[in-house]
């Protein structure tokens, strides 16, 4: 019963174009008179809650991190890092993108940001010499995806802190399956352009590298940073952000000089009200999480799993199956914040590792951020190359195929993210 008023209630919500964050108050109040419990300070108390926790602080600063970087310089930079050493080969732009998508997830753990400023400068160059624009477009989304998934990744801070598990070991987890994405990408681009014939870049000398990357040493340095110094036990998530926040200041203003101080209001205003919508859905998911405990409703759902319950693959492929499609119709942030306090007591019962789930949760959700209708990148992708839908989609579902054999073997080779996890902790 509980159960099905409180999907019930979400999704009328939903259905009458509610926002999410206010969608979930919805069926939390719903499950409050069905309870018999409705207390409006329960609600104030939960809202406050949810956005006063100290790992949540994270989110700022990196979304503020992220809009120093595009302002300061350091964009470019990269795309031309990456240009110096793949751009002279056939399919070179589409490499560089890939490249690209890997150090800017470095940078911005954000995949909306990463595949607009990806695309502004890379979709354009690749009509340009030849590429269609609708494969080109569709390979700019499928690796915009990679940035939630290498660190430092905003949803890994949002499922961590729902979940209560080690953001750094979160971090430490995705770099792997990350890397395994963005090798799926260059595979399936290679198969896609073997036989075309398209403009390729000058190749660079030996000196035009170098100098490519002494101008991007600065930006490459910034995920080292972090990672390391998480690693290090030299500051927190948290801690990490707010340095790098610093350092992309500092680089933008003292270094690179593209980044102006009165540049620097309209960063922080944008930054603002992105982590403004952030972190009222986290506000908003901590009543709803609070009213499923008291409902019991992961109880619910643990009986209608139990026959699978013994068999962690088959559960674990049925759980993907269920975040996928809810992927194709909620976004990335609400689905985590939704999903996960219903399906972490299943796991913990099933005894399976709640680090290794949450990087299998964090890619099936943003496999979801390719799927229409919501699809939050493919509609940026469509702005930013100028495309519709159904020809994003026409160039996107070979890499969004490549993304879901990557999450397949994760569930059924568990140790591409438990060994490298183990590995970096022992360093």
């Known amino acids: 019963m509980t159960l099905t008023v409180f999907v019930g209630s979400l999704l009328g919500a939903m259905a009458l174009g509610m926002p999410i964050a206010y969608a979930l108050l919805i069926s939390g109040v719903a499950l409050m008179f069905v309870l018999d419990v409705f207390d409006s300070q329960i609600i104030a108390q939960n809202l406050i809650n949810g956005a006063d926790n100290f790992p949540l602080m994270a989110i700022p600063f990196f979304i503020l991190a992220g809009e120093l970087m595009n302002g300061g ?36 753990g ?13 979709i354009p160059m690749m009509v340009k010499a030849g590429y269609d624009r609708n494969k080109a ?18 949803p890994m801070i949002i499922f961590g802190v729902t979940a209560n598990v080690s953001i750094t070991k979160l971090f430490l987890g995705g770099i792997v399956p990350g890397l395994l994405m963005a090798a799926g990408l260059a595979i399936a681009w290679w198969w896609m352009v073997r036989n075309g014939q398209f403009e390729v870049q000058p190749r660079k000398s030996g000196k035009e590298i170098f100098r490519a990357t002494v101008e991007a040493v600065w930006a490459l340095m910034l995920p080292v940073i972090i990672v ?24 933008g203003l003292f270094v690179y000089r593209e980044l102006k101080i009165k540049d620097l209001y ?27 405990t008291v409902a019991n409703i992961p109880a619910e759902i643990t009986d ?124």
Request: hydrophobic share 60%; with cysteine.
């Open 137 to 154: 477009t569709g390979l700019i989304a499928g690796s915009g995806i990679i940035a939630p998934v290498i660190p430092p990744s905003i």
């Open 304 to 427: 209608l799993l139990e026959p699978v319950m013994d068999n962690k693959i088959l559960l674990l492929l049925m759980i993907n199956l269920l975040v996928f499609l809810v992927g194709t119709a909620v976004d990335l942030t609400p689905t985590i914040l939704i999903l996960t306090p219903v399906l972490m007591p299943i796991i913990q019962k099933a005894g399976i590792d709640p680090v290794y789930f949450g990087i299998l949760f964090i890619v099936n959700n943003v496999i979801g951020l390719l799927t229409p209708p919501v699809g939050t990148v493919l509609n940026v992708a469509c702005g930013v190359g100028k495309v519709d839908m159904q020809g994003v989609m026409k160039g996107v579902w070979p890499f969004l195929l490549v993304h879901c054999v990557i999450l397949l073997l994760l569930i059924l080779f568990p140790e591409i993210v438990t060994v490298p996890i183990e590995f970096l902790e022992k360093k």
């Open 110 to 122: 954000s995949a909306v940001a990463d595949t607009a400023a990806l695309g502004a400068i890379l």
């Open 228 to 251: 390391v110094g998480m690693r290090g036990g030299v500051f927190t998530p948290t801690e990490a952000a707010v340095v790098a926040v610093f350092y992309a200041l500092f680089v």
């Open 73 to 108: 310089g350091i964009s470019k930079r990269i795309v031309s890092f990456a240009m110096s050493l793949v751009g002279h080969i056939r399919g070179g732009l589409g490499y560089v993108a890939i490249i690209g998508s890997i150090l800017f997830a470095g940078l911005s």
């Open 266 to 292: 309209e960063l922080l205003v944008s930054s603002a009200k992105t982590t403004s919508v952030v972190m009222f859905l986290a506000a908003a998911a901590m009543v709803s999480a609070w009213l499923i």
